[in-house]
């Protein structure tokens, strides 16, 4: 990247320079194919993903939840792994310290920008990673739906990868049983039909 022309405005500048930040986000891989199955996807792509899926479900949350919120909270929820990498779901030993990476991360990114805004999102950030509230869950259970999806598209890529059980798959998933049954019926489906295909492990 080339050097920053820093203004005479320095709020500006911060903010100018944590967007540019961001920008990393397209460099952080995540385990999960594209359909095409041509590569990995990004944490970028997954973050806008899962953020129009949030537009699309609220029908089936069996609380009520603010989109807007949800949305923010699908937009920046993986923005620390630019500093901490991208922890696979079903790796054990890389879940380990990951909240401790993840909040050093934290401390580095959010600080970049102004305080209030900094501050803002990572109560937001800190609010999905919770999962308490009824925005959180919601939001919870599109960043698990997404690569499920993904995973009945390309033969069950992640799962063979990580040579994944059932069990672990359904306790994965247990957020949409409990805050979007309808859509659970679906994933409960679907498991049936990965274990059937050797995807996942019984």
Request: glycine share 4%; aromatic share 8%.
């Amino acid at each position: 990247m080339s050097e920053f022309f820093k203004g005479q405005n320095e709020r500006l500048n911060d903010q100018l320079l944590f967007t540019a930040k961001i920008d990393e986000m397209t460099s952080v891989l995540r385990r999960t194919l594209l359909l095409d199955k041509s590569r990995r996807e990004n944490d970028a792509e997954h973050s806008w993903h899962i953020a129009v899926m949030a537009m699309l479900f609220k029908e089936y949350a069996t609380e009520p939840v603010d989109i807007g919120r949800v949305v923010q909270m699908c937009v920046v929820h993986d923005l620390v792994e630019i500093e901490a990498g991208d922890t696979f779901a079903y790796d054990v030993q890389g879940n380990q310290n990951k909240e401790q990476r993840e909040k050093e991360a934290a401390d580095k990114l959010f600080s970049m920008l102004p305080k209030e805004q900094g501050d803002m999102i990572r109560s937001l950030w800190e609010e999905f990673d919770a999962m308490e509230t009824s925005d959180a869950k919601y939001a919870a259970c599109m960043d698990r739906i997404q690569p499920f999806l993904h995973n009945t598209l390309t033969d069950g890529h992640t799962w063979v990868e990580g040579n994944v059980d059932r069990r672990s798959v359904e306790k994965r998933m247990a957020p949409v049983r409990e805050f979007i049954p309808e859509v659970y019926k679906w994933i409960e489906l679907n498991i049936d039909n990965a274990v059937k295909k050797g995807w996942v492990r019984p």
